[in-house]
C-alpha cells in the first residue's frame, strides 16, 4: 500500500506570494493533518480535515487555508507569503475508524523557501 | 496547553549500547501516544503508538512505555546500530472532549547519533 504523498516536495517562492501544497493520504484514510516544521519553532499543528470538513485548527494566522476533497485528498494555501513562512510542511493521514485515532503516518514533506 | 518535553537533547553513544530516551506531557487526558525517528531533510517515520490505556509496546529493538498520570513515557532501544541515528520525537495525541482532538503535540526532540 502507497505511503502518504505530498507534491511538489520543494518550491521557492517571493515574498506576497501565494503557494497552495497537496496531500494524498493512505488509502482508506480519512482524517488529514498538517504541520509545520521549523528549526526554531519545531513541529507545530496547522489542521486537520475529515469527510471534507475541518475539525481543529491551530493558531496560525487566516494566510492559512486548507481543504479536503471527496476522495480524502487536501490541499492547504499559504496567501501572502512572509519570509517566517519558510519551512517543511508536513501531512499525516489516519484511519479514523468509527471515530478513533489511531496511527498518524507522515508524508516526506513539502519544502517551502521563502525568498 | 499541552507542552512537551524530551531529555536528554542529544545523545551519542557507541554502538552496541542499550539506551533510554525521555519525554514527559503536561496535559495527561491523552488519547494515544506515539513516538517518531526523522532523518535529516526527511518526514517522519512512526515507531510505535501507545493507547492510552496501555503501560507498553515493543517492536523488535524498541520498548516504549507509558506512565499517563505521571505524564511520562520513555523509549528504550536495544543493542543500538550507527543506522538508529536520527531525531526521536515524542508526541501525545489530544483527547477526547476538547477542541484538540486528535492533534500531535511534539517535543524538540532527542538527537541520537550511535558511533561505529
Known amino acids: 500500500k502507497a505511503g502518504v504523498t505530498q507534491t511538489p516536495r520543494y518550491l521557492i517562492k517571493t515574498r506576497g506570494q501565494q503557494v497552495t501544497l497537496s496531500c494524498s493520504p493512505i488509502?482508506?484514510?480519512?482524517?488529514v493533518s498538517w504541520y509545520q516544521q521549523t528549526p526554531g519553532q519545531g513541529l507545530q499543528f496547522l489542521f486537520e480535515?475529515?469527510?471534507?470538513?475541518?475539525?481543529n485548527k491551530g493558531n496560525f494566522p487566516g494566510r492559512f487555508s486548507g481543504r479536503q476533497f471527496s476522495n480524502s485528498r487536501s490541499e492547504m494555501n499559504v496567501s501572502t507569503l512572509e519570509l517566517g513562512d519558510s519551512a517543511l510542511y508536513l501531512c499525516a493521514s489516519s484511519l479514523d475508524y468509527r471515530g478513533e485515532y489511531n496511527e498518524q503516518f507522515f508524508g516526506p514533506g513539502t519544502r517551502l523557501t521563502v525568498l | 496547553k499541552q507542552e512537551v518535553t524530551q531529555i536528554p537533547a542529544a545523545l551519542s553513544v557507541p554502538e552496541g549500547e542499550n539506551l533510554v530516551l525521555n519525554c514527559s506531557f503536561t496535559?495527561?487526558?491523552?488519547?494515544?501516544l506515539q513516538w517518531f525517528r526523522q532523518d535529516p531533510g526527511k518526514g517522519l517515520t512512526s515507531l510505535l503508538l501507545?493507547?492510552?490505556?496501555?503501560r507498553e509496546q515493543t517492536s523488535g529493538r524498541l520498548n516504549a512505555s507509558l506512565d499517563k498520570s505521571s505524564g511520562r513515557s520513555t523509549l528504550y532501544i536495544a543493542a543500538s546500530q550507527p543506522g538508529d541515528s536520527a531525531t526521536y520525537l515524542c508526541?501525545?495525541?489530544?483527547?477526547?472532549?476538547?477542541?484538540?482532538?486528535?492533534?500531535?503535540?511534539f517535543g524538540q526532540g532527542t538527537i541520537l547519533t550511535v558511533h561505529p
Open positions: 508526541a501525545p495525541c489530544a483527547g477526547r472532549g476538547g477542541t484538540s482532538y486528535g492533534k500531535l503535540t
Open positions: 488509502s482508506g484514510h480519512r482524517s
Open positions: 480535515y475529515f469527510s471534507e470538513t475541518q475539525r
Open positions: 501507545i493507547q492510552s490505556s496501555q
Open positions: 496535559d495527561s487526558a491523552i488519547y494515544n
